[in-house]
Antibody
Framework: EVQLAESGGGLIHPGESLRLSCAAS????????INWVRQTPGKGLEWISI???????YYAASLRGRFTISRDQSQNTFYLHINSLRTDDTAIYYC???????????WGQGVLLTVSS | EIVLTQSPATLSLSPGGRATLSCRAS??????LGWYQQKPGQAPRLLIY???NRATGIPARFSGSGSGTDFTLTISRLEPEDFGVYYC????????FGQGTKVEIK
């Protein structure tokens, strides 16, 4: 059974940085497509970033520059680093994985990130 | 960015009823459209990928159809556990989601 579990959310001040983690079991992060998606009441579901099995990374055009996806093969975990956090980054962040690009077969339970002073 | 427009916004149906949800894309997405179900406090769950393929473990009452810019998710006989919000998502270009259709109990 595939399980993805996010961690690292919470209350963060504007301008600070954060790393979200997604620990995988039953799913090998280095040989699959790994993704981060966020959800807000106002903008709905937004695809943030994708990493291909070969290590290539892609980002939503509107978010490029502050977000970085990475993975640790030894820990079977992937990450989302967010710099210069803004109040409109407040959202539930989901990690998702798939054997195909641009699709979310498996999802974590989500982690709430609140950016507020 | 490809914009997906879902209709209706809300669908009120009784258990046992048939649900037909629509998703229209601002440009052709070929076959690369999927559907997800989301319940309160839960992550989205993949139901259908590539227009008409059921994901693992998804019951046969869920079916997808369409091509180009117009797609449909049909739930043939609604079960109590089917009520929630349904999203379409395209993957031909940078992935985007529709705004959702809420299926509620009438």
């Amino acid at each position: 059974e595939v399980q993805l579990a996010e961690s690292g959310g919470g209350l963060i001040h504007p301008g600070e940085s954060l790393r979200l983690s997604c620990a995988a079991s039953g799913f090998t992060v280095s040989s699959n497509y790994i993704n981060w998606v966020r959800q807000t009441p106002g903008k709905g579901l937004e695809w943030i970033s994708i990493m291909y099995p070969n290590g290539d990374t892609y980002y939503a055009a509107s978010l490029r520059g502050r977000f970085t996806i990475s993975r640790d093969q030894s820990q079977n975990t992937f990450y989302l680093h967010i710099n210069s956090l803004r109040t409109d980054d407040t959202a539930i962040y989901y990690c998702a994985g798939s054997g195909s690009p641009n699709r979310g077969d498996y999802w974590g339970q989500g982690v709430l990130l609140t950016v507020s002073s | 960015e490809i914009v997906l427009t879902q209709s209706p916004a809300t669908l009120s149906l009784s258990p046992g009823g048939r649900a037909t949800l629509s998703c229209r894309a601002s440009q052709s997405v070929s076959c690369c459209l999927g559907w997800y179900q989301q319940k309160p406090g839960q992550a989205p769950r993949l139901l259908i990928y590539d227009t008409d393929n059921r994901a693992t473990g998804i019951p046969a009452r869920f079916s997808g159809s369409g091509s180009g810019t117009d797609f449909t998710l049909t739930i043939s006989r609604l079960e109590p556990e089917d009520f929630g919000v349904y999203y379409c998502q395209q993957g031909i270009h940078w992935p985007t989601f529709g705004q959702g259709t809420k299926v509620e109990i009438k």
